[in-house]
């Protein structure tokens, strides 16, 4: 495995490796979700690059830029277990010079959810995974659908602006308990932690409704609300029952497919997890 | 020459050409200007791509987006003549489809000159050469200095976004009276055509009081300014003597490299054109 840092060194890099290559684009601090793309990116393709950047434009002001967890060595070490070829770590000043001014914006799937609690986000996100695209040149690249909203912004920008990659959307990977693995789970103390749950008991509770036939939205976030303020640990910041592509909150019935999704405060700490309904 | 439509034609024939290949975006209508990028193109790259797509989303609400000239048919006998091997001829509905929301933006080198006067232009510029780029992966991309903006604007995005495409810009094809060709030269009569020789007279007379040893940008404008007064059928909307990377205009002492420039009417056509200082 080949770690580089500037553009030139991956760009030489790059033109060694055999096609089709596959793209996992991570923050580092890795966990078994980003694992699961590297696997599945693994048994897709020819080659493998990983990128770890904490990029700085997808973070708000009061956001935790500074605090994100880092640790690139053992990134490193899981990442070589998985076979991946070439691991590309930019510098943020290398990545947004003096003078940076280009910026990818995607309008309307950008609106709702994440994007209006947090400002600019989505701006960053898009931005910086054109810049990985454009640099890396990969065939595929991977993504997990615990990110949901970003997911579907992405695959929206793929579209419209005629880039030649797939998306892989891969399932999102759980602890024991149901917790949705994210790096930001470091920052909970024991308490929250095991209040974390709840998101995902919350999710449950509304898919199970759905199972023994509820179809009405506003029930469906109801039952998920209640369930979060049932847990003295948790402040729900949304409560989400949305169409999958275009993210649209649904009104009347709810059908296979729809997209739970809810962004919840367990101490200081914002969680999101999100569960596709299906009968 | 082998012409296509549609993306997926486009793929299969990029797939077969030998890289590199070289970028010809145009809006058809083609002249002289246009050619010396494939002339220039031909000599510098394996392969040859010509774009003919007149791009709705850089037009303005009242400009001549309805009235641009058209003639695919001659356009495509003079590419075939210079060599070109795939000419793409998109349709707008497959280019900006029903939810298309996913826009490039360059945010401070649009603000001056065309920009002020043209809000969304570079908006809709930049987006429709990043499809273009994503979907024909040229090595090498060919624009001419007459949109001297357009293309410090598409420099820009190439660097910011981390394209591995070289930014070839060529020299302004002018007729024997000096006007720089562009397809909206068509839209004059005879007499405006006989004044709009005025725009290059103007930036001779600038860039020979340079030559002579005048170093105050205001003056250099002012006799631009004086020169296409004096032509009653010519109505200037700007002058500028700017500094041709960062587009800010000069204040103090002009020095080789700058960017005289300019949008003038002649009649009701608006016409642009510009020379870099040189000593």
Not at 82 to 90: A, C, N, T
Not at 191 to 212: G, S
Request: aromatic letters at 8%; one cysteine or more.
């Amino acid at each position: 495995m080949k770690t580089v840092k500037t553009f030139s060194e991956l760009r030489v890099a790059r033109s060694k490796l055999a096609e089709p290559v596959g793209l996992v684009p991570t923050m580092g601090y890795l966990h078994e979700g980003h694992l699961s793309l590297a696997r599945r990116a693994r048994q897709e393709c020819t080659s493998l690059i990983a990128t770890i950047f904490i990029n700085p434009t997808q973070f708000g002001p009061g956001e935790d830029l500074s605090t994100y967890p880092r640790d690139i060595p053992r990134d490193l070490e899981l990442l070589e277990k998985e076979g991946v070829d070439l691991v590309w770590i930019p510098n943020a000043i290398d990545m947004y010079p003096l003078g940076f001014q280009s910026w990818v914006r995607v309008s309307e799937l950008t609106q709702p959810l994440e994007g209006a609690r947090r400002p600019e986000h989505f701006r960053g996100v898009t931005t910086v995974v054109t810049k990985l695209f454009n640099a890396t040149m990969p065939q595929k690249a991977y993504f997990g659908q615990k990110d949901a909203q970003q997911a579907a912004v992405i695959r929206r920008m793929v579209s419209d602006l005629n880039y030649h990659i797939q998306i892989v959307v891969c399932p999102t990977v759980r602890e024991p308990d149901g917790l949705a693995m994210s790096s930001r789970n470091t920052y909970l103390d024991k308490d929250e932690r095991r209040a974390a749950a709840v998101l995902y008991r919350a999710l449950n509770t509304a898919q199970d409704a759905y199972l023994k036939g509820e179809r009405d939205p506003n029930i469906l976030r109801s039952l998920m609300n209640a369930e979060l303020i049932s847990e003295p640990f948790a402040r729900p910041q949304y409560v989400s029952c949305a169409h999958p592509d275009t993210l649209m909150e649904h009104f009347g019935r709810v059908e296979d497919g729809a997209l739970l999704s809810m962004a919840v405060y367990i101490g200081g700490t914002r969680l999101i997890d999100n569960i596709l309904l299906e009968e």
